[in-house]
């Protein structure tokens, strides 16, 4: 598909005009060459879309987020006191654009909800802590009945919260949520899902979210997942875990998940396909530590990000660099072209795009290699945008936060308008909004009559490219039974291979009739056929599944034997030890999909298939395949034989090291003492292995390196001396005197001045000394603590943005303050540290005003994960930085850049602080035409 250089011109409507501002500012989308694009509706018929569907009528439902985040959005922006909307727009006269919108409802429990899902006459909103269904019995477009159909997501008012549900192939919900928890969740059968992570971010709703936590299956999921659970509301099962914040998962009529997943702004966002069970890879399993804190000596940043050296990790996908994904679908019809047929779409709000994938079958997974920049504001993409002027650059404020295909087939895309992304807070304070309509030039879109009150209309409806539709006709047809196979039979024979699909679902469904009709597509010529057919065994039919498996196995595409290696683990392993012998035997020994799939698929059983498979070899005759396979599993049965690996100078270092490696993922103690008698020797291995035993002491072997003592131990030393001082400076009794002889001894050193901190985070400070702070506090070195010291003690007076705005910088200037200022927390090029967020591609989230915000009021959008804590320890040290683990090890990154690992006994208490890190202009001796030069360099090409 090229994209076409002539810009798709947004023509406003009159009747919808919402001042000069809409007018003069709508983004100019660039579309591919045979598509046009035209606005289709905007503010003030609806504010701040953050989610959409359609319902039979082809009307778009949405839901606002006005009140989003509104305790960062407090001077002036609109709020609705009596809650945010559920709002339908409608196009009554065909002309290709709303003309009429009406609320649905408004509610108190609706703050910025981010899902909607319209099935008949329900309305299902995602709203953490809740997924709320409303239901509109008598039509007249307000709702009857409100029922909480689940709660107890974490992310109240938070974009790490509860997103869009959907209702799948299967029949089933599928609900995507970040990572904002705790996430307690009970369904209507008495389960509950327990998930948490070290993810807390300061908001006024949210409690502690503490990693480690066993659900009532027994098994500990982290960080965000996806739930899949019955229209009834029982039987929830987490189908995938450990995400950092997906937004939206979007499930194909193959049964496929597709998501995309953001990054720690650190240039690693990501598209990829989801297998059934698989672990994401954000946090360390149990969420008690982040990436940074795992990172391993030479990994680079996306490596480390999404842990794709461990095992038991998904493949990443698609890392495509910054950005802010949002919302997901795949286009399975033909009608805006064949050539956009099984199109995966994937948008981006800071990157002011919508990337397309075809994706194929590769091995036992997906490739996404043939990313396309399918429609953007920004010629094409802003990663090559170079910036001009100073004035705001309104093309970047095309925000796209979902994108759906409507009854007629012409894709809508939902515009949260606004300078930056919504992570954080909203700088336009009007709450513009916009809704983009795609649709192939010279084609007439006719608005289909659906009819869901008999079954041919069913049938037809389930050809439909809206996916709630063809949801609705499915439950329609699934409760009539076997009466409605012959007509359902007409799809099996359709050239479109989605709308097979979807008829294999149905016939699976259906009993033994139905069966006789879809077990001859597992020998179809396509695999995803294939794929899906199994699938719709294993949820209708799953004794069927286990009498074909081992027929498959032999003959299957690997895409088939991965899948049956994901379902068969709910089978009772002794009737399906077999099978998984041939599929290990299957495995190619290179392919990512597939090893990830055995090991989701068996490690719980890791030492019993050891044993089995692999127990009686010589282990330094293991294949490639068999020796990828036992690091994958990692059982506690291998440690002797891969301990004969390690030693062994017969195998090369590559393979030693991944017997190291291996070894490293196994809590035991025969594990330890492996790593124990390597460090005695010289060369990488063992310098490698003295890493993983300094890193081990603090988390899955901390219980057996007690004795152990690290080669250089970074244990902050603190002054026990200062004690008595704090004591008498929050003593009531004590007099002025004394109180103020010990706020000078605090003062005097760096240790004192960050107790005092503490203090008055804590609230302990005493009012009748704010005015006695001694001027030695000037001082301070560290422009970060001296920034937290200002925030709680000081008077210094902001920077005005709109002085920086109006002045002209010099790029070559701005290189160079950068160089002095910004590269002791950033990274600029191949220069700086990781403390905050890459400088090198900012101009990809940012326009220029927006930068100049961030640097003036650091405070008004800290970054998820770059929010500042104090960390005392119970030898009086304190320290001021980022928590990156919080379990049986607390590591915190300081404001300097030197990581601490202390064990979670010698820390008496922390404190998270709503201020950035980064200090503000004037304490780094900032001018306003200093900063006017820092931008100009930040907003120009690759730095």
């Known amino acids: 598909m090229k994209t076409s250089r002539i810009l798709a011109f947004s023509i406003l409507l009159a009747?919808?005009?919402?001042?000069?501002?809409?007018?003069?500012?709508?983004?100019?989308?660039?579309?591919?060459d045979d598509l046009e694009v035209s606005l289709w509706a905007s503010s003030p018929i609806f504010y701040n879309p953050t989610n959409m569907d359609v319902d039979a009528k082809g009307r778009v439902w949405l839901t606002e987020a006005v009140n989003y985040r509104d305790f960062r959005n407090a001077d002036g922006h609109l709020v609705r006191e009596a809650g945010d909307r559920i709002m339908i727009l409608e196009d009554r006269d065909r002309d290709g654009k709303a003309d009429t919108s009406q609320v649905f409802v408004q509610d108190e429990d609706l703050r910025s909800p981010l899902g909607i899902a319209v099935i008949g006459n329900q309305v299902v909103v995602s709203c953490s802590p809740n997924v709320i269904i409303y239901t509109d019995t008598d039509g007249d477009d307000l709702p009857d009945k409100k029922e909480v159909f689940l709660t107890g997501f974490g992310g109240r008012d938070h974009d790490h919260g509860l997103h869009a549900g959907q209702l799948g192939p299967d029949g089933k919900w599928y609900f995507i949520t970040g990572n904002a928890g705790p996430h307690q969740v009970r369904d209507k059968g008495g389960w509950t899902l327990r998930s948490g992570s070290v993810y807390n971010e300061y908001t006024p709703y949210s409690k502690e979210n503490l990693p480690s936590q066993v659900s009532d299956d027994g098994q500990v999921y982290t960080g965000g997942l996806i739930v899949r659970v019955n229209?009834?509301?029982?039987?929830?099962?987490?189908?995938?875990?450990?995400?950092?914040?997906?937004?939206?998962?979007?499930?194909?009529?193959f049964g496929n998940m597709w998501q995309s997943d953001n990054d720690d702004q650190t240039a690693s966002c990501r598209t990829t396909w989801l297998m059934e069970g698989s672990n994401a890879g954000f946090f360390s399993e149990e969420g008690d530590r982040t990436w940074q804190a795992d990172r391993r000596p030479g990994q680079t940043i996306a490596e480390a990000h999404w842990h794709q050296d461990d095992p038991g990790v998904l493949p990443v996908g698609d890392i495509y660099g910054a950005g802010s994904p949002t919302g997901m679908l795949r286009i399975e019809g033909d009608e805006l072209g064949e050539a956009y047929r099984g199109l995966l779409l994937s948008a981006d709000a800071g990157r002011n795009i919508i990337f397309g994938y075809h994706p194929r079958p590769k091995g036992a997974g997906y490739s996404l290699a043939d990313r396309q920049n399918f429609i953007a504001s920004v010629d094409v993409d802003n990663e090559g945008y170079i910036w001009h002027q100073v004035e705001a650059d309104t093309s970047k404020w095309f925000r796209p936060s979902d994108?759906?295909?409507?009854?007629?087939?012409?894709?809508f895309v939902a515009d949260w308008y606004d300078p930056i992304v919504g992570g954080h807070q909203m700088r336009d304070k009007e709450g513009q909004g916009k809704i983009y309509r795609i649709t192939k030039k010279g084609k007439d879109y006719t608005q289909p009559a659906i009819d869901f009150a008999t079954v041919s209309g069913q049938v037809e409806a389930l050809r439909n490219p809206a996916v709630h539709i063809r949801a609705r006709a499915a439950q329609l047809l699934q409760a009539q039974g076997s009466p409605v196979i012959p007509e359902l039979e007409s799809l099996l024979d359709d050239n479109n291979p989605f709308y097979r699909a979807r008829a294999i679902w149905l016939l699976a469904g259906m009993a033994e009739p139905g069966l006789e009709k879809v077990l001859p597509l597992l020998q179809d010529d396509d695999p995803e056929l294939v794929l899906t057919t199994i699938r719709a065994l294993a949820a209708f039919a799953p004794e069927s599944l286990l009498q074909e498996a081992e027929a498959l196995i032999g003959q299957a595409a690997p895409l088939v034997n991965r899948e049956l290696a994901i379902l068969l683990r709910k089978t009772d392993f002794e009737e399906t030890a077999h099978l998984y012998t041939a599929l290990i035997e299957a495995y190619d020994g290179t392919d990512p999909w597939y090893r990830n799939a055995l090991g989701i698929a068996l490690r719980e059983r890791a030492n019993e298939v050891f044993q089995s498979q692999w127990g009686k070899l010589d282990p330094l005759d293991w294949s490639p395949g068999q020796a990828s396979l036992i690091w994958e599993l990692h059982p506690e049965a291998a440690i002797p034989a891969l301990k004969v690996r390690l030693e062994s100078e017969a195998l090369n270092e590559e393979k030693r090291r991944q017997a190291l490696e291996t070894l490293a993922f196994i809590p035991h103690q025969e594990a330890v003492e492996a790593f124990l008698g390597l460090t005695e020797g010289k060369g990488i291995l063992a310098e490698q292995a003295s890493w993983w035993l300094q890193f081990r002491k603090y988390n899955d072997w901390?219980?057996?390196?007690?004795?152990?003592?690290p080669p250089v131990d970074n244990m902050p030393v603190g002054q026990p001396e200062l004690r008595a001082a704090l004591e008498m400076l929050s003593d009531s009794l004590a007099n002025a005197d004394q109180q103020q002889e010990a706020l000078s001894r605090l003062s005097e050193s760096s240790e004192g001045r960050l107790q005092l901190a503490l203090l008055a985070v804590k609230?302990?400070?005493p009012d009748s000394l704010q005015r006695q702070l001694p001027e030695e506090w000037d001082m301070e070195g560290r422009p970060a603590v001296k920034r937290l010291l200002e925030h709680f003690f000081g008077t210094s007076q902001d920077f005005l943005e709109g002085e920086v705005n109006e002045l002209k910088g010099d790029a070559a200037k701005g290189k160079v303050l950068a160089t002095q200022n910004c590269l002791t927390c950033h990274r600029i090029g191949d220069s700086g540290n990781e403390i905050g967020p890459n400088l090198s591609g900012i101009r990809q989230k940012m326009d220029a005003p927006t930068l100049v915000n961030a640097i003036v009021q650091p405070d008004a959008a800290i970054g998820f994960g770059s929010e500042a804590w104090l960390v005392r320890l119970k030898n009086e040290a304190v320290l001021y930085g980022l928590l990156q683990s919080n379990g049986p090890v607390v590591t915190v990154l300081s404001s300097q850049g030197q990581r601490y690992v202390i064990p979670a006994s010698e820390v008496a208490e922390k404190r998270q602080i709503p201020i950035s890190l980064m200090p503000k202009p004037e304490e780094m001796g900032l001018t306003a035409q200093d900063i006017a030069h820092i931008r100009t360099y930040l907003m120009q090409g690759d730095l």
């Open 763 to 765: 609230g302990n400070f």
């Open 403 to 411: 994108v759906t295909l409507g009854t007629d087939g012409s894709l």
């Open 15 to 32: 009747t919808l005009s919402c001042g000069e501002k809409s007018g003069n500012d709508a983004p100019l989308l660039f579309v591919p």
């Open 231 to 253: 229209p009834d509301g029982s039987g929830m099962e987490v189908m995938a875990h450990n995400f950092r914040n997906a937004y939206e998962v979007f499930v194909d009529s």
């Open 702 to 709: 901390q219980a057996f390196l007690t004795d152990w003592e």
